[in-house]
């Protein structure tokens, strides 16, 4: 009883809604961190050079990055690992960013963490067939090394079987599932979330509704 008394005075030290003020203040804060990494992210990449020296290559010229070695070396992984692919990770960082910026809240992280591996994964593969233009600096394709792997294993898989060539319209559908994949990733739910629950949610508002009584955000008058 005595330790719930100096509990109750320890929290009365504090203005009434302390607590929310401060959530509010750190998700704004995260969401400045977010922008902030997306933007270094973002020049890294875009500043990107063959010849800068990295994790696999040794040079003694000059790094140009505009990062210094530290982005050259982001830059390189980045797009070793995910090709042209890696330039949608500043713009989802900087979506979830401005998202907690503008709500203070950012929902369900881990189904966007979830969408945007899958998102990453199919559109390296959508882009491994093409062919790669001639400013493209890398020897791995435009969709990395992740997207070469993943389409070898699935080209020895068919062959395996005696399947046709799967290139074309592998692609297609790897391109439309990282697309879809992707938006769900931003977070962007007013053309296909909001659509899709609000069915659920008015068979959800009529079922929680009292036998007799209209559901919510519904009145009756005598007359009706």
């Known amino acids: 009883m005595a330790a719930s ?4 005075g320890l929290v009365n030290l504090f203005p009434q809604g302390t607590g929310t003020f401060m959530r509010r203040r ?4 995260l969401g400045i961190a977010l922008i902030l990494v ?26 140009r990055n ?9 830059a390189d992984l980045g797009l070793q690992v995910f090709g042209a692919v ?3 990770i500043p713009v989802v960082l900087l979506a979830w960013g401005w998202t907690l910026l503008r709500r203070r809240a950012l929902n369900a992280l881990a189904l966007r963490l979830f969408f945007l591996l899958i998102a990453m994964t199919t559109l390296t593969v959508a882009m491994s067939p093409l062919d790669r233009p001639e400013t493209w600096p890398l020897a791995t394709g435009l969709g990395g090394v992740t997207g070469e792997l993943i389409l070898g294993a699935l080209d020895r898989l ?6 046709p060539a799967l290139h074309g319209w592998l692609g297609s559908a790897a391109a439309v599932i990282g697309t879809v994949a992707y938006i769900c990733a931003l977070g962007f739910r007013g053309a ?7 069915p659920w949610s008015a068979a959800r508002s009529a079922c929680s509704s009292e036998p007799g009584r209209p559901p919510a955000g519904r009145s009756t008058s005598p007359g009706a």
């Open 5 to 8: 008394q100096q509990t109750s």
């Open 26 to 29: 750190l998700a704004e804060l």
């Open 38 to 63: 997306a933007a270094v992210a973002g020049a890294a990449l875009v500043t990107f050079h063959a010849g800068d020296p990295s994790l696999n290559t040794a040079s003694g010229d000059t790094v």
């Open 66 to 74: 505009l990062l210094g070695l530290p982005g050259a070396i982001i």
């Open 86 to 88: 890696a330039a949608l």
């Open 158 to 163: 068919f062959r395996q079987f005696n399947l």
């Open 192 to 198: 296909i979330g909001c659509r899709a629950r609000a």
